[in-house]
Nanobody
Framework: QVQLVESGGGLVQAGGSLRLSCAASRSIVSINVMGWYRQAPGKQRELAALITGGGTTNYTDSVKGRFWISRDNAKNTVYLQMNSLKPEDTAVYYC???????????WGQGTQVTVSS
């Protein structure tokens, strides 16, 4: 069974940067999309960023110009570079990979990002 292993979360001061990584435990065929959701305390989970198989990216408005998503197909890994972090970016970040025609979604366990003011 494929597992997604996340890393890179932690505590950072406002204005700082973090880079999240999410690696699949083994190769995944026919990946359609890779991305990151986040869930802040008391709020619904929201899509932060995604990147399609063709390389198209999409970001939620609140992170545009500050976050950058990228992928390494050979490593089945997706990254989220987060710059100019704000306290409102504090959340648990979950990576996901969608694959196949249905598609089927794989999820990471979540990594905590805390931004102090």
């Amino acid at each position: 069974q494929v597992q997604l292993v996340e890393s890179g979360g932690g505590l950072v001061q406002a204005g700082g940067s973090l880079r999240l990584s999410c690696a699949a435990s083994r190769s995944i065929v026919s990946i359609n999309v890779m991305g990151w959701y986040r869930q802040a305390p008391g709020k619904q989970r929201e899509l932060a960023a995604l990147i399609t198989g063709g390389g198209t990216t999409n970001y939620t408005d609140s992170v545009k110009g500050r976050f950058w998503i990228s992928r390494d197909n050979a490593k089945n890994t997706v990254y989220l570079q987060m710059n100019s972090l704000k306290p409102e970016d504090t959340a648990v970040y979950y990576c996901y990979i969608g694959a196949g025609s249905s598609p089927f979604y794989y999820w990471g366990q979540g990594t905590q990002v805390t931004v102090s003011s």
